[in-house]
């Protein structure tokens, strides 16, 4: 941060960004698999699950398995595009799944 005469852009800005918690994602992401309504209802209890799962092991400092768990839940949702999750669908849960694989920082 300098002067705005040293800001060579002559842009200013200012102002905080906030991201929600990966908790907070990983509950909105397994909302938004429940809303689909998916069926058969076992893929959307895998999938819940799998959630679950990375939810279980991020409140246990467990990085490594909720990383696991998170891509094991984008591995079937890829595996179920086009099948039992519309395409755009399942690209939606890709890219809420790609925001906590960042946020937990999965590699």
């Keep these: 941060a ?7 852009a002559g842009v200013v800005f200012g102002g905080t960004l906030k991201f929600g918690g990966a908790a907070d994602l990983i509950r909105d992401l397994t909302d ?9 209802l ?3 209890n895998s999938l819940t699950t799998k959630l679950q799962h990375v939810l279980i092991a991020f409140d246990a400092g ?3 398995a909720g ?3 998170l ?3 984008i591995h079937e949702v890829q595996a179920q595009s086009g ?4 395409a755009a669908d399942a690209d939606e849960l890709l ?11 999965c590699l």
């Design 62 to 64: 467990s990085i490594v």
């Design 2 to 8: 300098g002067a705005y005469s040293c800001n060579p």
């Design 71 to 73: 891509n094991a839940f």
């Design 83 to 86: 099948k039992a999750i519309n």
């Design 42 to 44: 076992g893929i959307e």
């Design 32 to 40: 938004a698999v429940r809303r689909l309504n998916l069926t058969p």
């Design 67 to 69: 990383c696991g768990s």
């Design 95 to 105: 890219v809420s799944a790609d925001q906590i694989r960042a946020v937990l920082g």
